[in-house]
Protein backbone atom coordinates (compact mmCIF):
# COMPACT_ATOMS: atom_id res chain seq x y z
CA UNK A 1 0.00 0.00 0.00
CA UNK A 2 1.42 3.16 -1.05
CA UNK A 3 1.76 6.34 1.66
CA UNK A 4 -0.72 8.28 0.18
CA UNK A 5 -3.53 5.88 0.50
CA UNK A 6 -2.53 5.10 4.09
CA UNK A 7 -2.70 8.70 4.99
CA UNK A 8 -6.47 8.66 3.11
CA UNK A 9 -7.68 5.53 4.34
CA UNK A 10 -10.02 5.55 7.23
CA UNK A 11 -9.58 9.93 6.97
CA UNK A 12 -13.11 10.46 8.87
CA UNK A 13 -11.76 8.37 11.96
CA UNK A 14 -8.67 10.19 12.07
CA UNK A 15 -9.43 13.49 11.77
CA UNK A 16 -12.29 12.62 14.46
CA UNK A 17 -9.48 10.99 16.84
CA UNK A 18 -7.53 14.32 16.24
CA UNK A 19 -10.36 16.80 16.92
CA UNK A 20 -11.18 14.56 20.56
CA UNK A 21 -6.95 14.33 21.38
CA UNK A 22 -7.28 18.45 20.88
CA UNK A 23 -10.35 18.90 22.58
CA UNK A 24 -8.82 17.08 25.85
CA UNK A 25 -5.93 18.59 25.74
CA UNK A 26 -7.76 21.69 25.90
CA UNK A 27 -9.75 20.46 28.80
CA UNK A 28 -6.83 19.35 30.83
CA UNK A 29 -5.36 22.69 29.60
CA UNK A 30 -8.01 24.29 31.04
CA UNK A 31 -8.20 22.60 34.33
CA UNK A 32 -4.65 23.15 35.55
CA UNK A 33 -4.02 26.05 38.05
CA UNK A 34 -2.75 29.22 37.01
CA UNK A 35 -1.65 32.79 38.23
CA UNK A 36 -2.53 35.88 36.03
CA UNK A 37 -1.99 39.44 37.02
CA UNK A 38 -5.48 41.90 36.37
CA UNK A 39 -5.77 45.73 36.06
CA UNK A 40 -9.52 46.45 37.59
CA UNK A 41 -10.77 49.59 37.73
CA UNK A 42 -10.93 51.37 41.13
CA UNK A 43 -14.19 52.64 41.86
CA UNK A 44 -14.22 55.12 44.99
CA UNK A 45 -17.51 54.78 46.70
CA UNK A 46 -19.53 56.62 49.92
CA UNK A 47 -17.63 59.52 49.48
CA UNK A 48 -19.47 62.46 52.04
CA UNK A 49 -20.82 65.50 50.20
CA UNK A 50 -18.79 68.53 50.02
CA UNK A 51 -15.67 66.50 50.17
CA UNK A 52 -12.84 66.00 47.73
CA UNK A 53 -9.58 64.21 47.66
CA UNK A 54 -7.17 66.55 46.27
CA UNK A 55 -4.71 64.37 43.39
CA UNK A 56 -6.69 62.52 40.99
CA UNK A 57 -7.27 58.64 42.54
CA UNK A 58 -5.77 56.33 40.17
CA UNK A 59 -8.13 54.49 37.41
CA UNK A 60 -6.88 50.95 38.36
CA UNK A 61 -5.06 48.64 40.56
CA UNK A 62 -2.86 45.38 39.64
CA UNK A 63 -3.68 42.30 41.31
CA UNK A 64 -2.47 38.49 41.06
CA UNK A 65 -5.71 36.25 40.75
CA UNK A 66 -5.25 32.61 40.73
CA UNK A 67 -7.67 29.53 39.60
CA UNK A 68 -8.26 27.50 36.55
CA UNK A 69 -7.52 28.42 32.87
CA UNK A 70 -10.41 28.17 32.09
CA UNK A 71 -11.99 30.36 35.01
CA UNK A 72 -9.48 32.80 33.93
CA UNK A 73 -10.35 33.02 30.73
CA UNK A 74 -13.90 33.49 31.73
CA UNK A 75 -13.02 36.84 34.22
CA UNK A 76 -11.11 38.16 31.71
CA UNK A 77 -14.17 38.20 28.67
CA UNK A 78 -16.73 37.66 30.88
CA UNK A 79 -16.27 38.29 34.12
CA UNK A 80 -16.87 42.44 35.25
CA UNK A 81 -14.44 42.68 38.43
CA UNK A 82 -13.34 46.09 40.17
CA UNK A 83 -12.21 47.06 42.65
CA UNK A 84 -13.12 49.87 45.15
CA UNK A 85 -12.25 52.39 48.27
CA UNK A 86 -14.56 53.31 50.82
CA UNK A 87 -14.20 56.78 51.82
CA UNK A 88 -17.30 57.81 54.29
CA UNK A 89 -14.74 58.55 57.11
CA UNK A 90 -12.97 61.06 54.78
CA UNK A 91 -12.96 64.92 55.94
CA UNK A 92 -11.89 67.79 54.62
CA UNK A 93 -7.78 68.94 56.30
CA UNK A 94 -7.07 65.13 56.91
CA UNK A 95 -5.13 62.37 55.19
CA UNK A 96 -6.88 59.33 54.40
CA UNK A 97 -4.62 56.19 53.79
CA UNK A 98 -6.06 53.06 52.52
CA UNK A 99 -3.88 49.79 52.68
CA UNK A 100 -5.31 47.28 50.11
CA UNK A 101 -5.89 43.94 50.07
CA UNK A 102 -8.21 40.88 48.56
CA UNK A 103 -11.58 42.36 51.13
CA UNK A 104 -11.49 45.43 48.32
CA UNK A 105 -11.47 43.37 45.11
CA UNK A 106 -15.36 42.35 43.91
CA UNK A 107 -15.07 39.20 41.43
CA UNK A 108 -17.96 38.15 39.93
CA UNK A 109 -19.99 35.24 41.95
CA UNK A 110 -19.84 32.46 38.82
CA UNK A 111 -16.49 32.80 38.53
CA UNK A 112 -14.06 30.33 40.56
CA UNK A 113 -10.93 32.34 41.36
CA UNK A 114 -9.04 33.86 44.04
CA UNK A 115 -7.41 37.20 44.63
CA UNK A 116 -4.01 36.12 45.92
CA UNK A 117 -2.20 39.67 46.35
CA UNK A 118 -2.40 43.41 45.64
CA UNK A 119 0.35 43.85 43.34
CA UNK A 120 0.33 48.11 42.74
CA UNK A 121 -0.59 49.87 44.50
CA UNK A 122 -0.53 48.18 48.00
CA UNK A 123 -1.12 51.76 49.48
CA UNK A 124 -3.82 54.77 48.79
CA UNK A 125 -2.73 58.62 50.52
CA UNK A 126 -5.17 61.17 49.84
CA UNK A 127 -4.94 64.61 50.77
CA UNK A 128 -8.70 65.51 51.65
CA UNK A 129 -10.21 68.92 50.92
CA UNK A 130 -12.99 70.95 50.73
CA UNK A 131 -15.22 70.58 47.43
CA UNK A 132 -15.61 73.95 45.44
CA UNK A 133 -16.34 74.97 42.27
CA UNK A 134 -15.35 77.90 40.20
CA UNK A 135 -16.01 79.51 36.81
CA UNK A 136 -12.69 79.51 34.62
CA UNK A 137 -11.53 80.44 30.90
CA UNK A 138 -10.99 78.51 28.24
CA UNK A 139 -7.41 79.27 26.18
CA UNK A 140 -7.67 76.40 23.83
CA UNK A 141 -3.94 75.27 22.53
CA UNK A 142 -3.39 75.65 19.09
CA UNK A 143 -0.39 73.65 17.54
CA UNK A 144 1.44 74.16 14.48
CA UNK A 145 1.68 76.48 11.33
CA UNK A 146 -0.93 77.60 8.73
CA UNK A 147 -0.17 77.38 5.02
CA UNK A 148 2.45 79.81 3.69
CA UNK A 149 0.80 83.11 3.31
CA UNK A 150 -2.17 82.03 5.81
CA UNK A 151 -2.59 83.91 8.75
CA UNK A 152 -4.51 83.43 12.20
CA UNK A 153 -7.76 85.90 11.99
CA UNK A 154 -7.90 87.21 15.35
CA UNK A 155 -7.11 84.21 17.68
CA UNK A 156 -8.38 81.01 18.62
CA UNK A 157 -11.32 80.84 20.75
CA UNK A 158 -14.29 78.32 22.45
CA UNK A 159 -17.71 77.99 22.83
CA UNK A 160 -18.19 78.14 25.72
CA UNK A 161 -15.47 80.22 26.77
CA UNK A 162 -15.35 79.40 30.53
CA UNK A 163 -16.09 76.16 32.23
CA UNK A 164 -17.40 75.09 35.68
CA UNK A 165 -14.26 73.48 36.99
CA UNK A 166 -15.11 70.85 40.35
CA UNK A 167 -12.40 70.47 42.40
CA UNK A 168 -10.38 70.66 45.76
CA UNK A 169 -10.97 74.16 47.09
CA UNK A 170 -7.23 74.86 47.91
CA UNK A 171 -6.38 73.88 43.98
CA UNK A 172 -9.26 75.96 42.51
CA UNK A 173 -8.11 79.21 44.28
CA UNK A 174 -4.89 79.66 41.74
CA UNK A 175 -6.64 78.08 38.86
CA UNK A 176 -6.79 80.96 36.64
CA UNK A 177 -7.62 79.32 33.07
CA UNK A 178 -7.87 75.65 31.37
CA UNK A 179 -6.72 74.70 28.34
CA UNK A 180 -8.10 72.38 25.72
CA UNK A 181 -6.16 69.30 23.94
CA UNK A 182 -4.13 70.74 21.22
CA UNK A 183 -5.33 71.97 18.00
CA UNK A 184 -3.15 71.30 15.13
CA UNK A 185 -3.67 73.88 12.04
CA UNK A 186 -0.53 72.52 10.25
CA UNK A 187 -0.76 73.16 6.84
CA UNK A 188 -4.34 74.83 6.94
CA UNK A 189 -5.83 77.21 4.57
CA UNK A 190 -9.27 77.68 5.75
CA UNK A 191 -11.23 77.85 8.80
CA UNK A 192 -10.58 75.04 11.74
CA UNK A 193 -13.82 74.68 14.00
CA UNK A 194 -13.50 70.80 16.13
CA UNK A 195 -14.46 69.37 19.36
CA UNK A 196 -11.47 69.19 21.81
CA UNK A 197 -11.85 68.23 25.89
CA UNK A 198 -11.05 70.18 28.65
CA UNK A 199 -7.11 68.98 29.70
CA UNK A 200 -5.73 69.94 33.28
CA UNK A 201 -1.89 70.36 33.98
CA UNK A 202 -0.87 68.32 37.50
CA UNK A 203 -2.24 65.20 39.51
CA UNK A 204 -4.83 67.36 40.98
CA UNK A 205 -8.45 66.03 40.97
CA UNK A 206 -10.16 68.28 38.65
CA UNK A 207 -13.78 67.66 36.38
CA UNK A 208 -14.65 70.34 34.24
CA UNK A 209 -18.25 70.99 32.81
CA UNK A 210 -19.03 70.85 30.24
CA UNK A 211 -15.82 68.67 29.46
CA UNK A 212 -15.52 69.52 25.62
CA UNK A 213 -15.84 72.70 24.17
CA UNK A 214 -15.90 73.60 20.41
CA UNK A 215 -12.15 75.66 19.12
CA UNK A 216 -12.49 77.70 16.03
CA UNK A 217 -9.81 79.30 14.37
CA UNK A 218 -10.77 82.05 11.30
CA UNK A 219 -8.14 81.39 8.64
CA UNK A 220 -7.56 84.32 5.98
CA UNK A 221 -4.95 85.00 3.26
CA UNK A 222 -2.70 87.50 2.45
CA UNK A 223 -3.49 90.52 1.10
CA UNK A 224 -1.34 93.19 -0.72
CA UNK A 225 -2.48 96.95 -1.51
CA UNK A 226 -0.81 99.88 -3.05
CA UNK A 227 -1.97 103.02 -1.32
CA UNK A 228 -0.84 106.31 -2.72
CA UNK A 229 -1.25 110.43 -1.59
CA UNK A 230 0.48 109.19 1.95
CA UNK A 231 1.33 112.63 3.26
CA UNK A 232 5.11 112.92 4.44
CA UNK A 233 6.61 113.92 7.77
CA UNK A 234 9.38 116.02 7.50
CA UNK A 235 11.67 116.26 10.64
CA UNK A 236 14.21 118.97 10.58
CA UNK A 237 16.64 120.93 12.84
CA UNK A 238 15.24 125.16 12.88
CA UNK A 239 17.18 127.94 11.86
CA UNK A 240 17.27 127.13 8.17
CA UNK A 241 15.85 130.10 6.02
CA UNK A 242 14.57 127.26 3.49
CA UNK A 243 14.02 123.76 4.36
CA UNK A 244 12.20 121.43 2.22
CA UNK A 245 11.38 117.61 0.90
CA UNK A 246 10.19 116.81 -2.19
CA UNK A 247 7.73 115.36 -2.92
CA UNK A 248 5.63 115.66 -0.66
CA UNK A 249 3.08 112.70 -0.37
CA UNK A 250 4.25 108.68 -0.92
CA UNK A 251 3.47 106.18 -2.76
CA UNK A 252 3.49 102.40 -0.78
CA UNK A 253 2.64 99.20 -1.19
CA UNK A 254 2.11 96.54 1.91
CA UNK A 255 1.18 92.99 2.41
CA UNK A 256 -0.13 91.25 5.37
CA UNK A 257 -3.66 89.33 6.65
CA UNK A 258 -6.20 90.06 4.26
CA UNK A 259 -8.81 92.00 6.46
CA UNK A 260 -5.62 94.44 7.94
CA UNK A 261 -5.04 95.21 4.14
CA UNK A 262 -9.05 95.34 3.23
CA UNK A 263 -9.07 98.64 5.93
CA UNK A 264 -5.52 99.99 5.51
CA UNK A 265 -6.18 103.67 5.18
CA UNK A 266 -3.69 106.23 4.27
CA UNK A 267 -3.78 107.89 8.01
CA UNK A 268 -3.02 104.26 9.48
CA UNK A 269 0.53 104.98 7.82
CA UNK A 270 3.66 107.29 8.93
CA UNK A 271 6.35 108.48 6.34
CA UNK A 272 8.94 109.98 8.01
CA UNK A 273 12.06 112.14 6.57
CA UNK A 274 14.38 112.57 8.88
CA UNK A 275 17.05 115.84 8.23
CA UNK A 276 17.74 116.41 12.10
CA UNK A 277 21.60 116.60 12.40
CA UNK A 278 22.45 117.43 8.32
CA UNK A 279 23.95 120.13 7.31
CA UNK A 280 22.88 123.19 4.64
CA UNK A 281 22.79 121.71 0.86
CA UNK A 282 20.77 118.95 -0.81
CA UNK A 283 20.24 115.39 0.19
CA UNK A 284 18.69 112.56 -1.02
CA UNK A 285 16.95 110.28 2.10
CA UNK A 286 15.53 106.84 2.89
CA UNK A 287 12.06 107.49 4.82
CA UNK A 288 11.39 105.27 7.58
CA UNK A 289 7.44 103.56 7.10
CA UNK A 290 5.83 102.95 9.98
CA UNK A 291 2.31 100.63 9.86
CA UNK A 292 0.06 98.77 12.05
CA UNK A 293 1.00 95.82 13.64
CA UNK A 294 0.61 92.65 11.09
CA UNK A 295 1.19 95.12 7.74
CA UNK A 296 5.21 95.03 6.11
CA UNK A 297 5.91 97.56 3.32
CA UNK A 298 6.82 95.92 0.52
CA UNK A 299 8.14 98.76 -1.37
CA UNK A 300 7.83 102.84 -1.22
CA UNK A 301 7.65 105.33 -4.25
CA UNK A 302 10.10 107.54 -4.18
CA UNK A 303 13.04 105.26 -2.74
CA UNK A 304 14.55 108.59 -1.58
CA UNK A 305 13.03 112.14 -1.18
CA UNK A 306 15.09 115.02 -1.57
CA UNK A 307 15.59 117.56 1.46
CA UNK A 308 16.63 121.14 0.81
CA UNK A 309 18.63 122.68 3.64
CA UNK A 310 19.61 126.29 3.50
Excluded at 101 to 119: F, T, Y
Excluded at 252 to 268: A, C, K, N, Q
Amino acid sequence: MSMRSALMNNLTLKLAALVLAVMMWLFAKGEQTAERVFPLPLVVRDVPEGVTTVERVPESISVVVTGANKELVRLRFWGDPYAFVDMSDAEPGRAFRVSLSAGNVVLPPDVAVQVLEIRRPKNLDFEIDRLAERGVAVVPLVMGELADSYHILGRARSVPDTVTVYGPAGVLEDLAAVRTAPVSIAGRRSKIEMARRIEFDGPWNLHAVPKEVRVQVDVEGTEVGTFSGIPVTFEREPGFAVASVEPQTAEIEVTGPEHLVTFFDSEDALVIVDARGLPRGNHHLVPEIHLPEGLTVRSVRPERFVVTLE
